[in-house]
């Protein structure tokens, strides 16, 4: 009986973890170059002109920072950026940038519209409301990028938090603003 209970609790707490750590270092995606069409020259339509030039492309446009926030400790020692970005194309990500927090079983990066409180009672309020699951958290450190669904209404949202589904507690949070 007593060795059912330790497999069980090794399998639920996961002890390991801490002592582990990895790192996922992503850049910002960039998209691929506009064509521009070149100027027409101002010769007659029917002579063809040997100084005409094809289409050259177009620097990408710099992605767009829609809004941002610091992330805060919660369960476990937590620091680093949040930031929506609105790309070129129109898609957006919710970038993680130098986080820093620990390792640990089934977290996940949530987009939610719960408020963000400091201390032990902010630790279990982001599954009361509206929460979208962006996937599980690449790594517990490093720069990592999250697509945000295209029908997504962000103002729905007003803070993320790096989320523990095994024990429904969020390890660290950050609070969105423009």
Known sequence: ????ALAVGLYLFQPWRIFTSSTVTEDIPAAAPLAVPSQESTA?????TASATPSEPAAPAAPRELV?????????ASSGTVRIL????????LRLEGLDTSDGPDLKVWLSDAPVIEGVAGWHVFDDGAYLDLGALKANRGDQNYEIPAATVLGDYTSVSIWCARFAVSFAAAELTA
Do not use: C, F
């Open 86 to 93: 609105e790309l070129a194309d129109g898609s957006r990500i």
């Open 68 to 76: 941002s926030g610091q992330l805060i400790s919660h369960e476990h």
């Open 44 to 48: 007659e339509p029917s002579a063809p």
């Open 1 to 4: 009986m007593a060795a059912i």
